[in-house]
């Protein structure tokens, strides 16, 4: 049995071959993966459902059709969680809560998106948590398609400069969080993407060997966690 991971692909009209590359990967799913998990930042952003999806028709048409032999689930990113659970369901992707706990064999493994991890970027968790409020998002579909749109280039512009002016250590996860969220949810692993560091750390906590792995974004490779029985491989490939 297959479960298969993936994040951060940021999906968008401007990269084609990003776009190709993933609509590939999907119409050609080995039968053995039973599920595949899309932990956010699937797309580049997303203002609503009336989202013209430029370029993405085709992927959403692959998901669909795919998903009647896979589980496809997704979760919220920080770019995406605007995708309603109806638009998830249109798609036929089931739409997952975060965190969610899922049971691999013997391991219970938490699913993040990876950004409440991050608590010393004190400034990111008080705007997300202003645009996850229903209040806020009602304001913003009150707003006409073109509007939401270049609001959303306009946070992506502002983010990517205090991406640039953010101390690095910042922006990575705290250790102290990923301690207390394990304890807290009583998992073996967390598997989560946003912070674009792919990797997969040990965590000793009291004798125990706890596993974190970060997803890898897909800019100039593909990044694929494929998780079969008990073993992580992790698949990477050239897009361009
Ligand atoms: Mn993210």
């Not at 219970?108 to 645009?131: A, N, P, S, W």
Request: net charge negative; with cysteine; aromatic share 8%.
């Amino acid at each position: 049995m297959t479960a298969l991971f993936i994040s951060d692909l940021h999906l968008d009209k401007d990269r084609p071959q990003i776009i190709a590359y993933f609509k590939n990967l999907i119409d050609n799913l080995d039968p053995n993966v039973e599920s595949l998990y899309i932990l956010g930042d699937f797309v580049e952003f997303w203002v609503g459902d009336d989202d013209p999806a430029d370029g993405l028709t085709d992927v959403f048409d692959s998901i669909k059709k795919k998903s009647k032999e896979h589980s496809i689930f997704f979760m919220h990113g920080n770019r995406d969680f605007m995708i309603t659970k109806d638009f998830c369901k249109k798609s036929g992707m089931i739409l997952l809560d975060d965190p969610t706990i899922i049971k691999l064999g013997d391991k219970k493994i938490l699913l993040m998106h990876g950004d409440t991890l991050c608590t010393d970027d004190h400034e990111y968790q008080k705007f997300r948590t202003m645009v996850r409020s229903p209040s806020w998002q009602s304001e913003m579909l009150k707003k006409s398609l073109d509007e939401r749109i270049s609001l959303a280039k306009m946070y992506r512009a502002k983010s990517l400069s205090e991406t640039n002016a953010k101390n690095e250590i910042i922006m990575d996860v705290n250790q102290q969080e990923v301690i207390n969220t394990i304890k807290k949810y009583n998992v073996d692993m967390i598997i989560h993407g946003h912070t674009h560091r792919p990797n997969i750390h040990k965590i000793n906590i009291a004798d125990k060997v706890y596993k974190r792995v970060v997803l890898g974004d897909w800019y100039d490779k593909s990044f694929v966690l494929n998780i079969t029985d008990d073993k992580l491989i992790i698949d990477k490939g050239h897009i361009i």
